[in-house]
């Protein structure tokens, strides 16, 4: 940028030049100079104003006093060739690092750019950081840049006018400083860069320039300048205190291209989204290009090209449009000169920025000179078979010929993601075809119609695969009229009637059997199909065969479009099987595949899968970057319900990594994407709503929770996607639980359990469950009872028939306890009956439970054990219920023969509750069963209440027989093993920490809220920090407890050979 003399500055000079000038002129002169700085700067915002400031100080100098415009010398204060920091600039130390140390060494580079990149900002930086020299020339000749250096080295100095003097006189100045030099605007100066190389004491020159110039005695270096990366972006808006929601940020990220000249515009304007008109800054580089001969035209067809230009299309377009024959030589030097404004990369040419391509297109057309561009692509295009290209570009010059490919063309545009424009090119097919007679035609572009409708979920799908069938049956098309039969069963899938749909593709290939041989594509067809409906019923084992089959049919009809939307299905299939590692491996093929040949639509759906599989694999920030990378990916593509539902993976996968703002605002984002109550994306809207309330749950705002979760579910409801009216039924039971209505809460879950489909069997089972629990708190013991017996049939199934039929608790627990093996319906059944006995006063069931229960824990049932625990951790005793207690627990410890933990014995972890809140974990060293039941009891009590585990104690001598200590440790990821009350869900929501302490029973009670490490196949691995939490935790303790020091080794070894592996 020019240094500018100021207003002040000007009326001085002025003064100076004419004394007997009035006053009032010096003031209209500065008042219609700030008139004019203010008009430009509204009019072009980031412009150089100061050079239209310039030029209009001269018309209004000759114009009102009939004066010169005061001339500042280039060599009267050189300091002002370096003009004043830009307050939003972005340091780029990095690349100023580079560019410092290549002149350090003695080196010339020419730092280049695209128009807009920054060039002269960042060599102002660097001279700056460094103290160079700084020229900057812009229209100076090469004589006054080189005085203006030689005044900067030796201000005392007059310089020479024979230029060899001059270059002397330089050379002499530089052996006594030594300094790096910085030259700006040098485009069109390689003469001054010839004669600066020529000087034998330079320590490093930097030139920059829109291209390399030709020099002979010096290896010039050079340095491309990079546009901002996304980290710079956030920089840079961050400086600026802009904060943009992660879609938009992409969007302006991709818009800008990290082009500072668009970016600054953008701020310039302040707007929320990337400006479309920069007609000021553009139309400056249109004229430049009009400078250089042929230009335009390289613009113009690389502007206005479909696909990509490549070197030699350009040369062959420019010669036929110019009918000369110019060579790739040629070319690429003619695109050398083009000061930046095109660019090349392997081979392929490109407009700098994609806005100034649409400025050049949008030129061309208002001007009508658009169509020659197009006629000659076209041809282009036809030579080359690119038939989307040749229909675009027909299309654009108004060519009838296009009607002659537009059923082709739809097809290529529809597989490679160009989706309106392939709708566009169907819908025109069919109407073609039905002027014409030809049914054919008309059904094909009417069943591609509806495959391109239902993608971008616009209405008219299933409107569009009718019409196909009506033409494949008036033809006696048998195969065609039942391909249009299949694709109006995949429309019914994620609907309401999604079992009818699917049950049609399976009847329809059971009814084909062996006739689907003898057509493998439509065998293909048919499976691929089948693997989508199998996905959106949740049989994803059957979604990976049928997905299997389709893509080995499709590979060998070489139909790659087949093939990848086969092998995609199968990659989603294994990855919600767990099999991630097979899983990856295709996810990341496709992605290679999809990139390798250009298709938007499958590189969208590959990174896709890649989201959902890093999230599985817990690499958040891996999830992350495909997330975004896809939301790019669909921002291209033009669709909004993609980008609103990668905004959703993007949110899980911020989500993950404990950033709950970032999550909501991309929660929030993809729904103000949707239109509100639209049916293409109704169900996609709900989805969102769906995902904010549960943000608004983990915040306890359990108001908003509820209303997002009701408003979502009728939705869904609507929709007909019954996983999700499932998952909202599941957070609308917790959410009313939360509120104390446990009837309506046990009525949700109990919603959730039946329209969950039946793969997802160990969810239904616990949430029939938390309806059994429900129904328990809210007094109806007869619906809890029927929830347990549900849950039991769905585990086992083989033992259906003798849990038939409305049974009392008292019939229930003998059959749990001979079927039931694990134990968990024990523990789940005597847990209801608990409850709703407390909850009704009902002692006598509650003491009837105690003996039941210590009876089964005695003769060996584990889980009957942790029952009994629930059982005493949930009561209130009064003093005779304490007597019969510590009776009960004396009992079964007189089972009990405890053992050194060397001996190979087994460890019992157990999880309890308290009244208070905290969480006890107790681990005791025995291979009983009734260890664990006796231990569990008198954990509860000690923790629940103190009294009551003191009197208990008084009748107990448990100390005299344990030889190793007792350990009470919480983890929150072991307790997610047990659910013993509401008391513990709310404990381990509030993660409460506390401690026990009892020194006359010998034991140690220490508790903590902290994870360990990891968990792998019932195996817990604790980390050394862990332990080390432990240790100190429990040395804290003895010294409370006044133990003796000598004894803390022999204690605090135990702990670490226990928990370290």
């Known amino acids: 940028m020019k240094r500018v003399t100021t207003s002040e500055q000007l009326l001085s000079a002025l003064a100076d030049h004419a004394p007997s000038v009035q006053v009032q002129h010096l003031e209209k002169l500065e008042q219609h100079v ?74 010339t580079a020419v730092v280049t750019g695209v128009p807009g990149s920054g060039k002269s900002t960042f060599l102002q930086q660097v001279a700056r950081r460094t103290g160079g020299l700084y020229i900057q020339l812009g229209g100076k000749s090469t004589t006054r840049a080189l005085r203006a250096l030689l005044r900067r080295l030796d201000p005392t100095l007059v310089p020479p006018t024979d230029p060899e003097a001059l270059m002397d006189a330089i050379d002499a100045a530089l052996e006594q400083r030594q300094e790096l030099i910085f030259i700006d605007q040098a485009t069109d100066h390689p003469d001054l860069l010839q004669a600066l190389m020529e000087l034998q004491h330079t320590n490093g020159i930097a030139v920059s320039a829109s291209q390399v110039p030709v020099v002979r005695s010096r290896t010039v270096s050079t340095f491309t300048l990079p546009p901002f990366s996304d980290e710079e972006l956030n920089q840079w808006l961050n400086a600026k205190s802009i904060s943009l929601p992660p879609g938009e940020l992409i969007r302006l990220s991709e818009a800008s291209q990290g082009n500072p000249l668009y970016l600054r515009a953008y701020q310039a304007l302040q707007a929320k989204t990337i400006p479309q008109d920069l007609e000021a800054l553009e139309e400056q580089l249109w004229q430049q290009a009009g400078v250089i001969p042929g230009l335009e035209h390289a613009l113009g067809f690389t502007a206005l090209a479909y696909g990509p230009v490549r070197v030699t299309d350009l040369r062959n377009l420019l010669a036929d449009h110019t009918q000369t024959a110019p060579t790739v030589q040629d070319v690429l030097k003619f695109i050398s000169e083009s000061r930046g404004l095109l660019t090349t990369r392997e081979g392929v040419v490109t407009v700098f920025h994609s806005h100034f391509a649409e400025y050049v297109e949008r030129f061309l057309r208002q001007h009508d000179l658009s169509e020659p561009y197009h006629q000659l692509l076209a041809e282009q295009a036809r030579q080359s078979g690119a038939t989307v290209a040749l229909a675009y570009h027909l299309h654009q010059a108004h060519d009838p010929a296009l009607h002659e490919v537009t059923l082709q063309a739809s097809f290529e545009a529809f597989r490679t993601g160009d989706w309106p424009f392939a709708l566009e090119l169907a819908t025109m097919a069919e109407q073609d075809s039905v002027q014409s007679g030809d049914l054919e035609q008309a059904a094909r572009s009417a069943l591609l119609q509806a495959n391109i409708l239902q993608v971008t979920r616009a209405n008219g799908s299933m409107e569009a695969a009718q019409r196909a069938a009506q033409a494949f049956r008036e033809m006696e098309d048998a195969e065609g009229e039942l391909a249009a039969e299949v694709f109006q069963h995949v429309l019914r899938v994620g609907t309401p009637d999604n079992q009818q749909g699917l049950q049609g593709l399976e009847g329809i290939r059971q009814n084909l059997g062996d006739q689907l041989e003898r057509s493998p594509s439509f065998a293909a067809m048919l499976d691929v199909n089948l693997s989508f409906a199998y996905i959106h019923s949740g049989e994803f084992e059957l979604g990976r065969e049928a997905a299997q089959r389709a893509a080995e049919g499709f590979g060998a009809l070489h139909e790659s479009s087949g093939e990848f939307t086969a092998w995609q299905n199968f990659t989603l299939c294994a990855a919600k099987l767990d099999d991630l590692d097979v899983a990856e491996d295709k996810a990341q093929y496709l992605l290679q595949e999809a990139q390798r040949t250009g298709h938007p639509r499958w590189i969208l ?56 703002e970032g999550a909501e605002r991309a929660y929030q984002e993809g729904l103000a994407l949707l239109q509100p109550g639209a049916p293409s994306t109704l169900g996609q809207e709900a989805h969102l709503e769906e995902l904010i309330c549960r943000l608004r749950m983990d915040a306890e705002q359990w108001q908003d929770a509820r209303q997002l979760a009701e408003a979502a579910i009728a939705k869904q409801r609507q929709v007909g996607e019954l996983l999700r009216v499932s998952t909202l039924s599941e957070k609308l039971s917790k959410i009313y639980a939360q509120g104390g209505d446990f009837a309506r809460s046990a009525a949700c879950a109990q919603d959730s359990a039946q329209y969950r489909p039946d793969v997802y069997i160990e969810e239904s089972v616990n949430l029939w469950a938390q309806a059994a629990a429900g129904w328990a708190e809210a007094g109806d013991l007869d619906r809890s009872l029927n929830a347990v017996v549900q849950a039991v049939s769905l585990v086992h199934s083989e033992h259906a028939t003798a849990f038939q039929g409305q049974k009392t608790w008292e019939e229930l627990l003998p059959l749990l306890l001979q079927h039931d093996e694990d134990g968990f319906f024990v523990m789940h059944l005597v847990r209801c009956v608990n409850r709703w006995a407390t909850c009704h006063g009902r002692a006598h069931v509650r003491r009837q439970l105690i003996i039941l229960t210590r009876d089964a824990s005695v003769h060996g049932h584990q889980r009957a054990a942790s029952a009994l625990a629930f059982i005493v951790g949930e009561g209130h005793w009064s003093s005779d219920e304490l007597t019969a ?45 009734a260890t664990r039941a006796a231990g569990m009891s008198l954990a509860v009590l000690a923790a629940s209440q103190a009294s009551a585990f003191f009197a208990v104690m008084a009748d107990i001598t448990l100390a005299l027989q344990v030889k190793d200590t007792l350990y009470l440790i919480i983890s929150e990821a072991d307790q997610a093993a047990y659910f013993p009350s509401i008391n513990l869900k709310s404990a381990l929501e509030k993660q409460k920490t506390a401690a026990i302490v009892n020194p006359e029973l010998g034991a140690m009670l220490a508790l903590s809220n902290t994870w360990m490490d990891g968990h792998s196949v019932g195996v817990t691995r604790y980390g050394r920090s862990y332990v080390a939490l432990i240790i100190d935790f429990c040395q804290a303790l003895w010294a409370r407890w006044n133990v003796p020091e000598e004894q803390w080794e022999r204690a605090t070894r135990t702990l670490a050979e226990h928990y370290l592996p």
């Open 605 to 660: 759906a590959a990174r896709n899968t890649l989201t959902m599989i890093y999230r599985k694999r817990d690499l958040p920030e891996q999830a992350e970057q495909h997330a975004r990378d896809a939301i790019r990916q669909a921002q291209r593509l033009g669709s909004a319900h993609l980008q609103a539902m990668n905004l959703a993976n993007l949110g899980n996968a911020l989500l993950d990594q404990g950033n709950v």
């Open 34 to 107: 700030q008139g004019n700085a203010n008009s430009i700067v509204g009019d072009h915002g980031t412009l150089n104003v100061f050079q239209v400031l310039n030029a209009d100080a001269a018309k209004v100098l000759s114009q009102y006093l009939n004066l010169q415009a005061p001339t500042a010398r280039p060599d009267a204060d050189p300091s002002h060739d370096l003009p004043p920091p830009e307050p939003d600039l972005l340091s780029r130390e990095a690349l100023e690092d580079q560019l410092i140390s290549t002149l350090q060494r003695g080196q």
């Open 885 to 929: 207690l510590a009776q009960d627990i004396q009992r079964i410890w007189s089972y009990v023969s405890f053992h050194d933990r060397d001996d190979g014995s087994g460890v019992w972890t157990i999880g309890i509750s308290s009244d208070p809140g905290f969480i006890l974990q107790i681990d005791v060293f025995s291979e009983l069963p």
